[in-house]
């Protein structure tokens, strides 16, 4: 059997506290408060004063008060047989009476103790009011003198008394100096004057040489002891509290990133800016939101593998986590690097793209193309520089079945031939199977979580979903870390928003003039022909036996919006479209798709989808 414990984890457990010291600063706070209201309203003030009664021997004769007391003071022993006849029944019934108060009572308020290592008797008084403390403190000092007063004169009353009646037994008449008698009469009156003296001496010896006076400052609450007590007692009950919630808590936290069951790209920090019921859009993002989306843009991209477009699967567990936040983010982020992206709103159930790029609202979406209600070139609309965007459309009861079938995946083809990137936004893992049903199709899988929201066991639940659904590599985003302090993070001034977002002015974007570089020829010259330089004029290649061709028309954006932020490229400002949306040259008939502008013929031809037909009438701007 093995006996050794795990040892602890001293670090670890400090991490947990410090992660949660919001916790800690709460209970800290609580305890405070109610510290301060004992204190300030519920207490009752406690004033405490002390009289103080000393014992002065005057010789080294029998103590007729009790016990031996040289004129130095008195020993140990006899203190305490002193303070024992303070409190004895005689003494505090006598100074109850003068008080009006119950025995009882007295006893409770008065301690009586000694008073340091001189002869002195101390009697420590408490009560809710500095008279009344004063009072009771003096009472008993004074009942107790008073009494061994007393008990001394009784003790040499008798000395005295048989001092007078040796005096009184010898005559002065008949006798003359020389009889004996005489001298032992002058003994007796010596003896008389003795016993009279120690009489008036030890009634002296006993008094009050201090009296009790009414305090001003109470001696409880003490408020500032009460405070540092209960900050004490804050942080303990405080840390206590945070070890136990991080027990049963399964939220994710910052000191838990290794237990994620997937690498992290990067972590996003919170935003002020962030609206709370819609996703946060690359218009608003500040600058260090927007230089972690520009870092998570560069890492997906050194993932890519061959010359296709790669399509990043964003996902999350649960709603709520700011799934679509990131991918909005990434799409912006990408195309604001130079690269040509399409975000596809795949979360046909809860969209909020079209909130994000307000320009998608009233456009056809993915629902309506992948049941052949729409064309896909109706669809995509271009809403910043090297982006375009294609809404979720209406909601329909069978979007895991649209996801998982070809139309998507033919989809997905077409989007390829004109992007290097597609950026997929689908619904949570753990809520529906559209994000499963997607996951075969995406070279790599974004898994968000939000700090503070997530919990890590429903990651790892979607985590093995997604990993049993498609063998696609998966990375973790997590949104909501701490801010970064220093180098200029911690006064981070408010500027605008790094990227890209349509604006109010009007201008076009067309799609098509960005520089494409086709991905997927659909044919191309013979071989045994000599390569030829292409010309403005040149047709392109007879498509494929079978196929009809069909143009990609990219949606502009509507009219009155700008991209801010960008830089218009080289040569004439395109005109205003006469149409709601700026179309690719379409195929001639028998002559296959047209080339795009500023792109050779032929083997450069955009091809086209077979499942999309040909665009329907007017869809092309003149």
């Keep these: 059997m093995n006996d050794r414990q795990t040892p602890l984890d001293v670090g670890r457990v400090f991490g947990i506290i410090a992660g949660r010291w919001k916790i800690v600063l709460a209970m800290v706070l609580i305890v405070m408060g109610v510290a301060y209201s004992y204190v300030a309203f519920l207490a009752h003030p406690v004033y405490e004063t002390t009289a103080l009664v000393t014992y002065q021997a005057p010789s080294q004769q029998a103590n007729p008060t009790g016990g031996a007391m ?45 008073f340091g290592d001189a002869s002195v008797v101390a009697f420590a008084a408490r009560a809710g009011e500095p008279k009344v403390a004063a009072a009771r403190a003096n009472a008993w000092a004074k009942a107790f003198t008073a009494d061994r007063r007393v008990t001394a004169n009784v003790s040499l009353k008798a000395a005295v008394t048989a001092a007078q009646v040796t005096v009184k037994g010898y005559p002065t008449g008949t006798l003359g100096p020389e009889d004996t008698r005489v001298q032992a009469r002058d003994a007796a009156k010596v003896v008389l004057a003795e016993a009279q003296a120690d009489q008036r001496q030890w009634s002296n010896a006993i008094s009050v040489s201090n009296s009790a006076e009414a305090p001003e400052a109470a001696v409880w609450p003490k408020k500032s002891l009460t405070m540092i007590a209960s900050i004490l007692i804050g942080l303990g009950l405080g840390s206590g509290l945070a070890l136990v919630t991080a027990r049963v808590d399964h939220r994710l936290h910052g000191d838990e990133y290794d237990e994620l069951p997937a690498p992290v790209l990067v972590r996003v920090p919170n935003s002020s800016r962030a609206p709370k019921n819609t996703p946060l859009g690359p218009a608003n993002a500040e600058p260090i939101v927007a230089d972690s989306f520009a870092g998570l843009g560069s890492r997906v991209m050194l993932d890519r593998h061959g010359d296709g477009a790669h399509v990043i699967l964003v996902t999350s567990a649960r709603s709520g986590e700011g799934k679509s936040s990131v991918a909005a983010n990434l799409a912006s982020s990408l195309a604001l690097g130079g690269r ?21 609202q009233g456009r056809p979406g993915l629902s309506q193309v992948l049941t052949r209600n729409a064309e896909l070139e109706a669809a995509l609309t271009l809403v910043a520089p090297n982006l375009a965007a294609i809404s979720s459309g209406p909601r329909h009861a069978n979007a895991s079945m649209l996801l998982a079938s ?34 075969p199709a995406a070279q790599q899988v974004l898994l968000v979580a939000r700090v503070g929201i997530s919990d890590l ?8 979903r997604l990993a049993s659904a498609a063998s696609t590599p998966q990375a973790m985003v997590l949104v909501g870390t701490e801010r970064p302090q220093g180098y200029g993070y ?38 045994s022909a000599p390569p030829q330089a292409p010309a403005a004029s040149a047709q392109p290649a007879a498509p494929a036996a079978g196929l009809v061709p069909a143009p990609i028309v990219v949606s502009a954006p509507v009219p009155g919006a700008t991209v801010p932020g960008h830089v218009a490229a080289a040569g004439p400002a395109p005109a205003a479209p006469s149409h709601e949306r700026a179309a690719l040259p379409t195929a001639q008939p028998g002559r296959g798709p047209a080339p795009l502008p500023g792109m050779a013929s032929g083997a450069n031809a955009i091809p086209s989808a077979p499942s999309f037909g040909a665009p329907s009438e007017g869809s092309v701007a003149s």
């Design 70 to 114: 040289p004129s130095s003071g008195v020993t140990r022993e006899n203190i305490a047989t002193l303070v024992a006849n303070a409190t004895s029944t005689a003494v505090v019934d006598a100074a109850s009476t003068e008080l009006d108060i119950k025995p009882s009572e007295l006893r409770r308020s008065v301690q009586v103790r000694p």
């Design 340 to 360: 040509r992206v399409v975000l596809v709103d795949a979360d046909m159930r809860r969209p909020t793209q079209d909130q994000v790029f307000p320009m998608l």
């Design 406 to 439: 070809v139309a998507f995946r033919q989809l997905l083809d077409r989007l390829a031939l004109i992007s290097e990137v597609i950026v997929v936004d689908a619904p949570p893992v753990l809520a529906v199977n559209d994000a499963l049903a997607v996951a």
């Design 457 to 464: 066991g429903e990651i790892n639940e979607a985590h093995a």
């Design 490 to 527: 911690d006064k981070e001034p408010i500027a605008t928003g790094r990227v890209a977002m349509p604006g109010p002015a009007p201008q076009s974007h067309p799609m098509a003039s960005m520089p494409l570089a086709p991905r997927a020829p659909v044919a191309s010259a013979p071989a």
